[in-house]
């Protein structure tokens, strides 16, 4: 299932009682952009239901994407007016669009790095960093795979760490216990936060890996490839093994203290380590004073867990929901 396909019909009747609880009665009135306000633009549906319009460009993190994109096709039932389409560059290639000035909202698996917000700072991009769930990543193997069930993290990094270009080639390489199948290896690109984040917690450095493996900033085409391949091995978000889980098998992780399954309560509980993880998106403070992206953030940290859990994404505990909310209304209160 692709993100465009996620309708979220469970959740969105109680998403939209919840936004349209928090509008009241207001003239609405044009803004100097041309899209349409109202003297309290925080609700989703507009003061006193005023419609909205205008276009919100998001674009970044393929791990995220489907989350605001969830969010987006809810957003869109209450301001059908409001475009907020979701590309997915890969965390790398939407902070490049965002510190352009080309986008509005950069979708992040990881944090942004001090390079990209010195480029952001050179064109005068402000941004706050919010957190909007938790992800477990997914070391996955084909259904075929009967040999492996748990792989510690120095078995990981034997397979993907640079020394390992040209030399571990097959799982028997790995562990003389497993067989002599090739191993043959799908990862998200080098533009992907997933791929930074990965490549920190295993092999020590970010970007550090070997580069004789199939790449792709599309995770259904890492699902495809090891589906298809016996002694395939990938990784990638929780929520894409989750949609996969019929051809995939997610491999449990073992950094020192036993081997434990990716899953929303060990991600939550801290016991998926080291590669549980936040997931953020970044609003520029410019974009946030047109009351279309206002609304659209309120939206979407208004419904934010209820969001997550229908898209299959691990929602945020209570305190992290909370700090997300103050966060929007600082922001707001800031720009």
Same mark, same amino acid.
């Given at each position: 299932?692709?993100?465009?396909?996620?309708?979220? $019909?469970?959740?969105?009747?109680?998403?939209?009682?919840? =936004?349209?609880?928090?509008?009241?009665?207001?003239?609405?009135?044009? =803004?100097?952009?041309? $899209?349409?306000?109202?003297?309290?633009?925080?609700?989703?549906?507009?003061?006193?239901?005023?419609?909205?319009?205008?276009?919100?460009?998001?674009?970044?993190?393929?791990?995220?994407?489907?989350?605001?994109?969830?969010?987006?096709?809810?957003? =869109?039932?209450?301001?059908?007016?409001?475009?907020?389409?979701?590309?997915?560059?890969?965390?790398?290639?939407?902070?490049?669009?965002?510190?352009?000035?080309?986008?509005?909202?950069?979708?992040?698996?990881?944090?942004?790095?001090?390079?990209?917000?010195?480029?952001?700072?050179?064109?005068?991009?402000?941004?706050?960093?919010?957190?909007?769930?938790?992800?477990?990543?997914?070391?996955?193997?084909?259904?075929?795979?009967?040999?492996?069930?748990?792989?510690?993290?120095?078995?990981?990094?034997?397979?993907?760490?640079?020394?390992?270009?040209?030399?571990?080639?097959?799982?028997?390489?790995?562990?003389?216990?497993?067989?002599?199948?090739?191993?043959?290896?799908?990862?998200?690109?080098?533009?992907?936060?997933?791929?930074?984040?990965?490549?920190?917690?295993?092999?020590?450095?970010?970007?550090?890996?070997?580069?004789?493996?199939?790449?792709?900033?599309?995770?259904?085409?890492?699902?495809?490839?090891?589906?298809?391949?016996?002694?395939?091995?990938?990784?990638?978000?929780?929520?894409?093994?989750?949609?996969?889980?019929?051809?995939?098998?997610?491999?449990?992780?073992? =950094?020192?203290?036993?081997?434990?399954?990716?899953?929303?309560?060990?991600?939550?509980?801290?016991?998926?380590?080291?590669?549980?993880?936040?997931?953020?998106?970044?609003?520029?403070?410019?974009?946030?004073?047109?009351?279309?992206?206002?609304?659209?953030?309120?939206?979407?940290?208004?419904?934010?867990?209820?969001?997550?859990?229908?898209?299959?994404?691990?929602?945020?505990?209570?305190?992290?929901?909370?700090?997300?909310?103050?966060?929007?209304? $600082?922001?707001?209160?800031?720009?």
């Amino acid at each position: 299932m692709t993100s465009g396909q996620r309708r979220l $019909s469970a959740v969105a009747t109680a998403a939209l009682v919840v =936004s349209l609880a928090a509008a009241c009665g207001g003239d609405a009135k044009p =803004s100097s952009d041309g $899209s349409t306000t109202a003297a309290n633009p925080s609700a989703a549906g507009g003061e006193g239901g005023a419609q909205l319009s205008g276009e919100i460009k998001i674009d970044g993190s393929s791990t995220v994407a489907p989350l605001t994109q969830a969010a987006s096709e809810l957003f =869109s039932e209450e301001q059908p007016q409001v475009k907020v389409p979701v590309g997915t560059s890969g965390t790398g290639g939407g902070f490049e669009r965002f510190c352009a000035g080309e986008t509005d909202i950069s979708n992040a698996s990881r944090a942004i790095k001090d390079e990209e917000k010195a480029a952001c700072d050179a064109k005068g991009i402000k941004f706050t960093e919010l957190t909007v769930a938790v992800d477990a990543l997914t070391v996955v193997v084909s259904k075929e795979n009967t040999w492996a069930t748990c792989l510690t993290t120095d078995q990981l990094k034997k397979m993907w760490e640079p020394a390992a270009e040209g030399k571990v080639k097959t799982w028997k390489d790995v562990d003389a216990k497993f067989p002599a199948e090739e191993l043959k290896l799908y990862g998200p690109g080098t533009d992907s936060g997933t791929f930074d984040y990965f490549t920190d917690e295993i092999n020590g450095e970010e970007g550090a890996s070997r580069k004789d493996y199939s790449p792709s900033e599309n995770d259904n085409d890492i699902v495809t490839g090891v589906a298809g391949a016996k002694g395939g091995l990938g990784y990638f978000g929780f929520t894409y093994f989750e949609e996969n889980a019929a051809k995939l098998k997610a491999l449990e992780i073992d =950094s020192g203290e036993g081997c434990v399954a990716p899953s929303v309560e060990s991600a939550q509980g801290g016991k998926y380590t080291p590669l549980a993880r936040s997931l953020f998106i970044y609003p520029s403070t410019t974009a946030v004073k047109r009351p279309e992206v206002a609304a659209f953030l309120d939206f979407y940290a208004g419904n934010i867990n209820a969001i997550a859990k229908d898209a299959k994404f691990i929602p945020l505990n209570p305190e992290q929901e909370a700090k997300l909310k103050t966060d929007i209304t $600082s922001l707001k209160s800031a720009g």
